[in-house]
């Protein structure tokens, strides 16, 4: 398998923007707030980041900004199991 | 039970947590000195490049801290009785405790030539160091930044984002040389150049000037002189140990702990930057100035305060930061003997990564991504990654979980190999192996 297709595997915004959350990796995170200052619904990012618990809240619209923000790449989408699983 | 943490950072905030997932009735006092409490110090690097407001890089709220239940004293411990089990506390009256733990930090390293004391010139060390930079931060001023590590480059980076001229001091001949191999701090040092950074190498600031007590200028160790408006420095930092030292604490560069974080004193523990914990991977005591490292230590010793045991397993430090922008991942073993721009460690940083036996190195990419793995007999003995972070986090695992990769060493070594691609291809037949079983 080549790297392209290794990094495909990773589930895009496209593909997780109805049925899919962000997920943090906390080892990595520092709590520096850039997720939760820039989450335009005000949702607490970091917070979940210090629990290492997956972002499922109501009023995530998976935008991506706080991953996209992250300076460590604690973040990543990940399609939810319940219905997406193997589409990712 | 009386439990006292001293230190506002993530390991005494990691600590009352573990305290209280054990203890719900205990009493917790958390002492401090720093006016501003518990914020992410990493985080100082986006509020001086001006990603972030100062007030974003608080992550508890008031209303956080009452669920924890704990008290917070405001003021300077001067002094450990140990025989008697109290603190002294400037100003305030004396704090008994049954279990204490040390989680006090480290501080920079202070500059000393002639002239450092005047305005102007500035460190990274905490919140109120960036608050003052920020004060006087103009666009077209010019600022002299020495030291090495990632704290010098975030200064750096913060002046540039605030137009500044930039005059970056190195020693030696390169940037970040026990670290970074020669390849990596050339991309690191042309990122900077491109920003407009200037770099002057085997150079040596042997006196501030000034006038009127402000920064004028720096002369060179050869009587060159460079006018500037600033002088910032990062040349490491320094583990707080006087007060253990002075209550007879067993220390070392930190202080020393056992697996439980656990002094030589059975009722005090020490976690974070202050403590020099044991690495089973080098079988030696080693400091780190890492957040995740002192997170998990302030919880192993919240734990054991409680009466849980449960060793602290340093696994292979790693940090994830930006160097000239580029988003760079540091893995495990990855150099080796001292770089002449810090004294001993700077923030962000670990002394396991200068640990590196006789490895053999495989890597891939010449420009802005690139992999450069430390192979050892059996396993990979640290990783850089840089740019494209994808496989950081695969990476991360196989050098932390000492997963064999006899069968892909071969392929590794070989000519022109395609590294990236190999350890793509092994973690995602590993991880389905791994699921499988």
């Known amino acids: ?88 | 039970m009386r439990y006292v943490i001293i230190g506002f950072g993530v390991a005494g905030i990691a600590a009352i947590e573990a305290i209280r997932s054990v203890d719900k009735e205990g009493e917790i006092v958390l002492v401090g000195d720093d006016p501003h409490g518990f914020y992410s110090r990493p985080g100082l690097a986006y509020f001086l490049t001006g990603e972030l407001h100062d007030k974003a890089l608080y992550p508890r709220t008031a209303n956080d801290f009452k669920k924890l239940n704990f008290h917070t004293i405001r003021g300077r411990v001067t002094r450990i009785v140990r025989d008697q089990r109290v603190l002294e506390i400037e100003g305030k009256s004396p704090l008994a405790y049954d279990r204490l733990l040390l989680a006090v930090g480290a501080q920079a390293m202070p500059m000393k030539v002639p002239g450092a004391e005047l305005e102007g010139v500035f460190k990274l060390d905490h919140m109120e160091d960036a608050k003052r930079i920020l004060a006087h931060v103009r666009r077209g001023k010019t600022v002299v930044v020495v030291g090495g590590g990632i704290t010098a480059l975030e200064l750096v980076e913060g002046f540039v984002s605030h137009g500044m001229k930039v005059h970056y001091l190195l020693r030696g001949d390169r940037y970040w040389s026990n670290v970074l191999d020669e390849q990596e701090s050339k991309i690191v040092e042309h990122r900077l150049q491109e920003e407009k950074v200037q770099l002057h190498y085997h150079s040596e600031i042997v006196e501030v000037t000034g006038q009127h007590g402000r920064v004028n200028g720096v002369r060179l160790q050869d009587d060159k002189v460079l006018k500037c408006d600033l002088v910032a420095y990062a040349i490491g930092i320094r583990p707080r140990v006087d007060l253990a030292k002075q209550a007879g604490l067993a220390i070392d560069r930190g202080i020393l702990v056992n697996e439980f974080m656990q002094t030589d004193d059975p009722n005090i523990f020490a976690a974070g930057d202050v403590a020099q914990a044991y690495d089973p991977t080098t079988g030696t005591s080693v400091l780190d100035s890492l957040w995740t490292p002192a997170r998990q230590q302030g919880r192993s010793a919240g734990l054991n305060m409680a009466g849980k045991k449960k060793a602290y397993v340093k696994s292979a430090p790693f940090n994830v930061t930006r160097l000239a922008g580029l988003t760079t991942t540091i893995i495990g073993m990855v150099g080796r003997g001292r770089d002449e721009d810090l004294v001993g460690i700077a923030r962000g940083d670990s002394e396991t990564w200068r640990k590196l036996p006789d490895a053999i190195v495989a890597q891939a990419g010449f420009d802005i991504n690139r992999l450069r793995l430390l192979v050892g007999d059996k396993t990979l003995l640290g990783a850089i990654v840089m740019g494209n972070q994808k496989l950081s986090f695969p990476l991360e695992k196989i050098i932390s979980d000492k997963v064999d990769i006899s069968p892909i060493r071969e392929k590794l070594l070989a000519p022109n190999a395609k590294v990236g691609d190999i350890v793509a291809d092994f973690w995602t037949k590993y991880q389905t192996a791994t699921v499988t079983q």
């Open chain 1, 1 to 88: 398998m080549s790297l392209l297709n290794f990094l495909k595997r990773d589930a895009d915004r496209h593909t997780v923007l109805s049925s899919g959350h962000v997920v943090p990796d906390s080892d990595r995170c520092v709590q520096c707030g850039i997720c939760s200052y820039n989450c335009p619904i005000g949702i607490d990012v970091r917070a979940h980041a210090w629990r290492g618990e997956p972002v499922i809240h109501s009023q995530c619209i998976t935008c991506g900004e706080c991953v996209a923000r992250c300076p460590r790449g604690v973040l990543r989408f990940e399609a939810t199991d319940l219905f997406a699983k193997g589409e990712a």
